[in-house]
């Protein structure tokens, strides 16, 4: 009903000839697919995705294998497609490629919504999916790291896919990529970017989300931000999307502490986008900084702010929306990193 009222809204528009109001209607269509990202459903994922029963998502370990089922399980479900035209949304990594880090072969989940206008260019939105595994009885549940991420993807995907079923899927194909052995060196990533499954000249971007549901202490005030780092690096168009969609849509305060190419932590060289960087491809990571639970046993679900997780992942989704369907594709024009 609400889809009949905005076509009919829009001819409305369209027969009054102004480019302004037009402009407000495809912003209330956009808006429409954004609230599909909601704190609840982000909520009900991640308290399985970070559960017991998935017994820390190791690498090469039935936790991990566990997850896998569980993500290419929700692909299906949406009706998303899988690169390889199978039914198995799987990237299969051998063992000896984690030289030594696996005890058996691991897996990338992926699948992908193609593009209506430019199906050959892609936007990559990852988060890498494994974690630390077990110590004895205990579980490192990774909610935040990087469970959060996880259900990012999974809501991006299920906003675009929702947009697709109502005639408003993106112009250009979106990859939606769950990595495995981050945590053991950035290994899903190296493989996926040495092994693509889709040109890396034509992959325009990659939105990268790793730990995105909680609050560090220097935001413990003004909880609405989040770190962006990498989005200038290579692409000064992509760092002023970014800015605008979030001036207009989320509001967050985009913090670029992290972004200094002075800042010790160096976090640009620390997570899955850099092996996207190093292909010459523009890159934005999204990060909430680090925290007490960081890497231990209590990164757990109970202490994620599903609402600002929830703002975050729109705000991915806003950027990843602009940037598939602009008409110009994004201009590579800064350094390439050594
Ligand atoms: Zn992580």
Redesign the pocket.
Same mark, same amino acid.
């Given at each position: 009903m609400k889809n009949i009222i905005l076509l009919l809204l829009s001819l409305t528009i369209l027969s009054c000839g102004s480019n302004k109001k037009i402009n407000i209607n495809e912003d209330s269509v956009k808006n429409e697919f954004a609230n599909e990202i909601k704190a609840e459903d982000l909520k009900e994922h991640l308290y399985i995705f970070a559960s017991d029963i998935l017994e820390g998502r190791k690498t090469g370990e039935k936790g991990q294998k566990m997850a896998a089922n569980y993500l290419t399980a929700y692909y299906k479900n949406l009706g998303l497609k899988s690169p390889k035209g199978d039914n198995e949304y799987l990237q299969i990594i051998p063992k000896e490629f984690f030289n030594g880090k696996s005890k058996a072969a691991s897996e990338n989940v992926v699948a992908y919504i193609e593009g209506s206008e430019k199906p050959d260019e892609f936007i990559i939105i990852s988060a890498?999916y494994d974690h630390l595994g077990k110590k004895g009885e205990e579980v490192y549940n990774g909610a935040d $790291? $990087?469970g959060s991420g996880t259900t990012a993807v999974m809501e991006i995907a299920q906003a675009f896919q929702k947009a697709k079923k109502d005639g408003y899927g993106p112009k250009r194909s979106i990859l939606f990529l769950h990595l495995t052995g981050?945590e053991e060196g950035l290994f899903g990533s190296k493989y996926y970017t040495s092994h693509p499954l889709f040109p890396l000249a034509n992959t325009i971007t990659n939105l990268n989300i $790793?730990?995105v549901g909680r609050i560090d202490k220097k935001h413990k005030n003004k909880p609405e931000y989040v770190y962006i780092i990498g989005a200038d690096k290579l692409s000064s168009e992509l760092h002023s999307i970014s800015e605008d969609v979030n001036k207009k849509y989320t509001q967050l305060k985009l913090d670029y502490t992290y972004n200094d190419e002075k800042d010790p932590n160096r976090f640009y060289y620390r997570?899955d986008h850099y092996n996207f960087a190093k292909n010459n491809i523009p890159v934005i990571f999204y990060f909430n900084g680090t925290h007490e639970d960081y890497h231990k046993i209590t990164d757990t679900p109970d202490k994620i702010n599903y609402d600002i997780l929830a703002k975050r992942t729109q705000l991915v989704f806003y950027t990843a929306w602009e940037i598939a369907n602009r008409d110009n594709r994004l201009v590579v024009d800064k350094g390439n990193v050594e």
């Open positions: 890498h $790291d $990087d981050e $790793d730990m997570s």
